[in-house]
Every structure is written in structure tokens, then in C-alpha cells.
């Protein structure tokens, strides 16, 4: 009775991710806690098959579809929670998780490598509703923004090259309009400031009409 509550990825038909879900009922709201969280990484391995190859990503893209699950169908729940295991700690932070209270964490704010997979899955999907449209505009506009600053330390590289990424993304040919819109608005805002700024505007200025909401 508790199968709505598990998530799970699949990658060339084999589980290679799995989340549990559970509300954290709090006062006169609610949270989305994520009870358990695994991947595989590319260390299982049946006996006597060719061993497969690390698959990076899985557990990003999980946190993508809880966000996702968030914005579309929990208007009670207000925020996605967790009690993170220490090593775990860097992935959740990298995604956008802040700390909470002793060992909690909270996602505040999706970074640049959770926004890539979110959208992946609004690419991919015809219904998105009205609270996730308008949050990852917002996203991606500061992912916009990012690009102004320089790139000093090797993670801020890092992080940049992925904001860049965000932003293509937007602009590629069957992208979603109001993403698309989004990204060309702060590019036009924000262009002087930021090096690669022509080239994405020719970009969207050739790219052809999305998909509607």
C-alpha cells in the first residue's frame, strides 16, 4: 500500500535508482521528506554479464522528479526534506539542499545541475503545470545572472559551464517557449556583461517555435 510513495529510475531496464517518500505533517503545513534514497552508481553487477558502465546523474535526476511531483500535484507541501547521511552530504548540497537543524537538510533553491534534469523532464513532458512553469523561469533567469560573474576556483568553472548548459538547453530547437522566452530575456538584459551572450541570442533568434504548455 505504500507503492505511490516510491520513485524510481530505470535505465535500459534496470533499476538503478529508488527514492522514498513520506509528508511530514508540520503545524498547518506540510513537508515532502525523503525518507530513503539510493543509487547504484555502476557497482552492481549480475554474475556472468558484461559489466556496465557508471551512469552519472541518477540520483540528480530523482531529486528532479520529487521537485517535480512538488509543484505539480502537493499544493499542501511547502518545502522538500531530508536527513542526510555524511557522505552524502556534497551531492545534496551541490543540487541546492541547505542545512536544517542538526542533521536536516532542505531544498531552498535548485542549483544549476538540478535545474539541467528538471529540464530534461519538462522537455519531455506535455502536462506541466502553471507553479512549475513560473518557478523554472525564475531558475533559469538566475542561471542567467550567474553567467555575469567570473569563474575563478575550479568549482565555479564547473558551475558555470553547467549554467551554460541550462541555458542551451532552453534554446534548442523544441524547447518549451516560456523557457526559451525566459533565457533569451535575461540574455538581452544581461548581454554585455556575459562573453557568450551573441552567440546564444543568434541561437534562439534561429531556433523554431516549442511545444505549448
Known amino acids: 500500500g505504500v507503492e505511490r510513495n516510491l520513485l524510481t529510475c530505470v535505465a535500459e531496464n534496470s533499476i538503478v535508482g529508488l527514492i522514498f517518500l513520506a509528508l511530514r505533517e508540520q ?55 531530508l536527513d542526510s547521511e555524511a557522505g552524502a552530504r556534497k551531492f545534496y548540497e551541490s543540487v541546492g539542499f541547505v542545512p536544517r537543524g542538526m542533521s536536516g537538510y532542505v531544498l531552498r533553491e535548485p542549483r544549476a545541475y538540478l535545474l539541467k534534469a528538471l529540464l530534461g523532464i519538462a522537455h519531455n513532458s506535455g502536462n506541466l503545470g502553471e507553479r512549475a512553469v513560473k518557478e523554472i523561469q525564475g531558475l533559469i533567469r538566475r542561471q542567467v545572472k550567474v553567467l555575469r560573474k567570473g569563474a575563478k576556483t575550479e568549482r565555479q568553472v564547473s558551475e558555470r559551464k553547467v549554467a551554460l548548459s541550462c541555458i542551451r538547453e532552453c534554446l534548442r530547437p523544441g524547447a518549451r517557449p516560456e523557457f526559451a522566452g525566459a533565457a533569451r530575456e535575461g540574455l538581452l538584459k544581461y548581454g554585455k556583461k556575459i562573453p557568450e551572450a551573441e552567440d546564444l541570442i543568434r541561437v534562439a533568434g534561429a531556433r523554431k517555435p516549442g511545444i505549448s504548455a
Request: hydrophobic share 45%; net charge positive.
Open 27 to 81: 503545524f498547518l503545513t506540510s513537508d515532502l521528506e525523503i525518507k530513503y534514497f539510493a543509487t547504484v552508481r555502476g557497482k552492481t553487477q549480475v554474475p556472468g554479464e558484461a559489466p556496465r558502465r557508471p551512469l552519472k546523474g541518477v540520483g540528480t535526476f530523482l531529486v528532479a522528479g520529487v521537485w517535480m511531483l512538488l509543484k505539480n500535484h502537493l499544493s499542501r507541501a511547502r518545502d522538500i526534506v
